[in-house]
C-alpha cells in the first residue's frame, strides 16, 4: 500500500519543477512584445480593464496569445511522448508522421474554397483541419495494417503520407489566387495571431480531452514500451491502445494546426527532455510534457513578437530553429 503512495509522491515531486517554470512563463512572457510592459502595467490594465490602448494590449492581445500558446504547446507535446512511447521511436511526432500535414491539407482546402460555415461552435477551418488530422491517420493505420502493423510499418506509413499531404498542399496552392496563397504561406509558417481567439474554445476542449485520454491511458503505454507481447500477456489490448492513441493524437494535432498552424518541433523536442529530466514513465511524462510544452510555446512566442519589433517573426520560424538546435544537442548527448 505505501508502495504505490511513495511512487506518486515521487511523480509528483518530478512534476514540480515543471509547474514552477509554466508559472514564471506564464507571469513573465505576456510582458514581452512590441511594447515591453512592467509588470505595475501589465497588474493593472487585468485588475482595471478599460477602453485604452493599454488595456487593449493586455486583454485583447496578449492573455489570448498566451491561453493558445499553453493550449497549443501542451497538446503539440502530448501527441509526441504518446506517439514515442506507443511506438517505441525517439523520432515519432506528429509532424514525422504526417498528421500535421494533413490537418493543414484540411485547412489548405478551407481557404481555397472559400468554406464559411459552423458547426457546434466550430468554423470551418477547425472542423477541416481536425478531419484532415484524424482521416491522415487513419489511413496511416490501414497501411500500416496492410504491411504486417509494426512499429516501424507505422512510421514508414507516416512518412509517405507525410510527402503526399505535402504534395497536395503545394497542389492546392498553386491553384489559389494570389490573396489565398498568401494566406496559404504564412498560415504554413504557423503562429499564434491567425485566427485570434475565435476557435480557442473549440481547441481547448479538443486539447483537454485528449490529454485526459492520453493519461487514463498512461499506465497500459508504459507495458508497451517494455513490450507488446508483454503487455498483451497482460491482459492489454494492444491494438485498441495504439488505434486510441493516434486517434487522440491526431485530434489534438488537428486542433491546433487549425488555428495556430503547423508548429513544429515541440512534440518532438518536449518529449525528450521530458525524459531526460525524469523517468520513463507516462503517469510522469504526459503531465511533464503538458507543462513544458506549454511554457516552451509561450517563451517562443514572446521571443517571436520582440526580437524584430515592431515586426512580428512567426512563432514556427522560431519553434524549427530552436528544435533543430536542441535536436542536435541531443543527439551528441545521446551518442556520449
Known amino acids: 500500500m505505501s508502495e504505490p503512495r511513495s511512487e506518486a509522491r515521487r511523480i509528483l515531486l518530478l512534476l514540480l519543477p515543471h509547474l514552477g517554470i509554466l508559472v514564471l512563463a506564464s507571469l513573465v512572457t505576456p510582458l514581452f512584445g512590441p511594447q515591453l510592459l512592467s509588470p505595475a502595467q501589465f497588474l493593472g490594465a487585468l485588475l482595471s480593464p478599460g477602453s485604452d490602448a493599454l488595456s487593449q494590449i493586455v486583454i485583447s492581445s496578449r492573455l489570448p496569445r498566451l491561453a493558445l500558446a499553453a493550449v497549443a504547446g501542451s497538446g503539440l507535446a502530448v501527441s509526441g511522448v504518446t506517439l514515442q512511447s506507443v511506438l517505441k521511436n525517439p523520432l515519432a511526432s506528429p509532424f514525422t508522421l504526417g498528421v500535421a500535414s494533413g490537418g493543414s491539407f484540411g485547412v489548405a482546402i478551407a481557404i481555397v474554397l472559400g468554406l464559411d460555415f459552423a458547426l457546434l461552435g466550430m468554423g470551418a477551418v477547425q472542423i477541416t483541419a481536425v478531419i484532415g488530422a484524424v482521416a491522415t491517420m487513419l489511413v496511416i493505420f490501414a497501411i500500416a495494417r496492410a504491411?504486417?502493423?509494426?512499429?516501424?510499418?507505422?512510421?514508414?506509413?507516416?512518412?509517405?503520407?507525410?510527402?503526399?499531404?505535402?504534395?497536395?498542399?503545394?497542389?492546392?496552392?498553386?491553384?489559389?489566387?494570389?490573396?489565398?496563397?498568401?494566406?496559404?504561406?504564412?498560415?504554413?509558417?504557423?503562429?499564434?495571431?491567425?485566427?485570434?481567439?475565435?476557435?480557442?474554445?473549440?481547441?481547448?476542449?479538443?486539447?483537454?480531452?485528449?490529454?485526459?485520454?492520453?493519461?487514463?491511458?498512461?499506465?497500459?503505454?508504459?507495458?508497451?514500451?517494455?513490450?507488446?507481447?508483454?503487455?498483451?500477456?497482460?491482459?492489454?489490448?494492444?491494438?485498441?491502445?495504439?488505434?486510441?492513441?493516434?486517434?487522440?493524437?491526431?485530434?489534438?494535432?488537428?486542433?491546433?494546426?487549425?488555428?495556430?498552424?503547423?508548429?513544429?518541433?515541440?512534440?518532438?523536442?518536449?518529449?525528450?527532455?521530458?525524459?531526460?529530466?525524469?523517468?520513463?514513465?507516462?503517469?510522469?511524462?504526459?503531465?511533464?510534457?503538458?507543462?513544458?510544452?506549454?511554457?516552451?510555446?509561450?517563451?517562443?512566442?514572446?521571443?517571436a513578437r520582440t526580437a524584430f519589433a515592431p515586426v512580428e517573426m512567426p512563432v514556427g520560424i522560431v519553434t524549427s530553429i530552436l528544435g533543430g538546435a536542441t535536436f542536435i544537442v541531443l543527439l551528441f548527448a545521446h551518442r556520449r
Open 147 to 303: 504491411l504486417g502493423f509494426t512499429s516501424m510499418s507505422l512510421i514508414l506509413a507516416g512518412v509517405t503520407v507525410n510527402l503526399t499531404a505535402s504534395a497536395g498542399i503545394l497542389l492546392v496552392q498553386s491553384l489559389s489566387d494570389m490573396a489565398q496563397s498568401h494566406i496559404i504561406i504564412h498560415w504554413l509558417m504557423g503562429g499564434l495571431d491567425l485566427w485570434g481567439s475565435r476557435g480557442l474554445g473549440f481547441v481547448t476542449v479538443v486539447v483537454a480531452l485528449g490529454i485526459l485520454g492520453s493519461f487514463a491511458l498512461s499506465p497500459a503505454l508504459n507495458h508497451i514500451m517494455i513490450g507488446e507481447e508483454i503487455a498483451a500477456g497482460r491482459g492489454i489490448q494492444v491494438r485498441r491502445v495504439l488505434l486510441t492513441v493516434l486517434v487522440l493524437s491526431s485530434a489534438m494535432t488537428g486542433a491546433v494546426v487549425s488555428i495556430a498552424g503547423p508548429v513544429a518541433f515541440v512534440g518532438l523536442i518536449v518529449p525528450h527532455a521530458a525524459r531526460l529530466v525524469g523517468v520513463p514513465d507516462n503517469r510522469y511524462l504526459v503531465p511533464a510534457s503538458a507543462m513544458s510544452g506549454a511554457s516552451v510555446l509561450m517563451i517562443c512566442d514572446a521571443f
